[in-house]
C-alpha cells in the first residue's frame, strides 16, 4: 500500500499543520477515530463516496448535509477537497495517517487490542492500566477490536511486542508443543 500512503501523506500532513494552527489536533484526532468507525460499519456510506457515478459535488453536498455538525471546519474542507479531487477512495488512508503523525508529534503509543467479545468498561479500564504499564507512558491509545476467532481471551499488540492472552493462542501453543513432542 505505498502508493495509498504516498497519496494519503501529503493530505494527513496538511491537515495536521491546519489543526495544530488552530489548536484543534486532539479535537480532530477523536473526529478522525469516528469517522472511520462510520466508513467501516456503513458499507452504503462508503460505496457512495468511492463510486465514480456521483459527481463530486454531490459528494459534498452529502459530506456537509451528513457532517457538518459532527466536524470541525478544517476536517470538512479536508473532506470537501478529497471529493473535488476524487480521492474520496483514500479517505481510510489519509485519516489513518493523520492519526499516525498526531500520535507521532504527541508521544502516544498505539496499542491494538483484539478480544473475542467487546470488553466492559471495568475491563477496558483495567487493560488500558496494564498497557500503560508495558509501554511505560501514560500516553497510549487503544485501538479495542472484537474478534470472534480468538474464542476467548484477548491479543495485545504494543510495537513489535505480542501479548497473547487468548484461547486461541493457548490451543495453538498447545498444539505446536504435542507436534514437538512425539
Known amino acids: 500500500m505505498p502508493l495509498l500512503n504516498s497519496l494519503a501523506t501529503p493530505y494527513a500532513e ?4 491546519v489543526t ?3 489548536s484543534e489536533s486532539q479535537t480532530v484526532a477523536e473526529q478522525c477515530k469516528q469517522l472511520l468507525s462510520v466508513w467501516d460499519s456503513s458499507a452504503e456510506f462508503r460505496d457512495a463516496m468511492v463510486s465514480p457515478v456521483l459527481e463530486p459535488s454531490s459528494k459534498k453536498k452529502a459530506l456537509q448535509g451528513l457532517l457538518a455538525e459532527q466536524v470541525t471546519p478544517s476536517l470538512m474542507n479536508l473532506l470537501k477537497v478529497l471529493a473535488d479531487r476524487q480521492r474520496l477512495q ?6 489513518n495517517r493523520f492519526l499516525e503523525l498526531y500520535r507521532e508529534q504527541q508521544g502516544i503509543t498505539l496499542a491494538q487490542v483484539r478480544s473475542a467479545k467487546p470488553l466492559s468498561e471495568a ?13 511505560g507512558t501514560s500516553k ?6 472484537v474478534d ?3 474464542i476467548g481471551g484477548f491479543v495485545v499488540s504494543l510495537g513489535s511486542q505480542v501479548i497473547d492472552a487468548s ?9 505446536l508443543a504435542l507436534a514437538k513432542a512425539s
Open 14 to 17: 496538511a491537515l495536521l499543520q
Open 20 to 22: 495544530e494552527a488552530r
Open 90 to 95: 483514500a479517505f481510510e488512508a489519509v485519516m
Open 123 to 135: 475491563q477496558q479500564a483495567a487493560l488500558s492500566k496494564k498497557v500503560q504499564a508495558m509501554a
Open 140 to 145: 497510549v491509545d487503544i485501538d479495542l477490536s
Open 148 to 150: 470472534p476467532a480468538l
Open 167 to 175: 484461547l486461541a493462542g493457548q490451543v495453538r501453543r498447545l498444539g
